[in-house]
């Protein structure tokens, strides 16, 4: 009898180890058929634990995006300044018109629009232009065209195709104009930014094209 029930035991012993395996992260022992270990969570199937390791990978990721993306943070790593940036589309002797953006990341008031030249002949002019843009705000990754003038003739803008058709003969013309645009951010600062173009003075009422040599 007693014997009977020694084998019982170890048979039941037994059969309780075999029911147990290793798991493949920690080596704890675990019930054969978990998918998942009771001890550190983690997955017996291979392809189960890649899927959990791309959850926690991209949660990371996006945690990390998202931190970097609060203003604070993203002020504490970016300078904060207004940068604008000016492009003449056209122009004629009345009016001037140009692409202008902030491609910075703080907002900038532009105060002041002004055409000067600086011809060689010592010749120097400031023409102060009116547009809409003056005393309004440009935010950011904004960008919009202007049509400034002032009621006097302006020096007139060459005109793409023009130094397109000089630049293939590889003439480049002087740029003896600049679109002055001043402005301040908002901490206070001012900016006075210069654009220069090529354009045709009044006073000469002609392209100055440098001399070959
Ligand atoms: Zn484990």
Redesign the pocket.
Known sequence: MAIVVRTATASFFKSKMESKKE?V??A?P?KLRAKR?N??A?YQSALRRYLQMIVLTTGFALTTLTIYLLPPVKEMIEPQKADIKVSVVDSDFKAISFMIANVGNQTAAITQVQLETKAESGYHSVHYLKSDIDHSLLDPGKAKIVKASNGYLVPEAVSHEVRQMLANQNIKLEESCELVIQYIQLSGTKFYKQFPFACRLIDRGDIKIPPEK
Do not use: F, R, V
Request: with cysteine; charged share 10%; net charge negative.
């Open positions: 798991c992260e920690c704890q675990i270990c001890h550190c983690s």
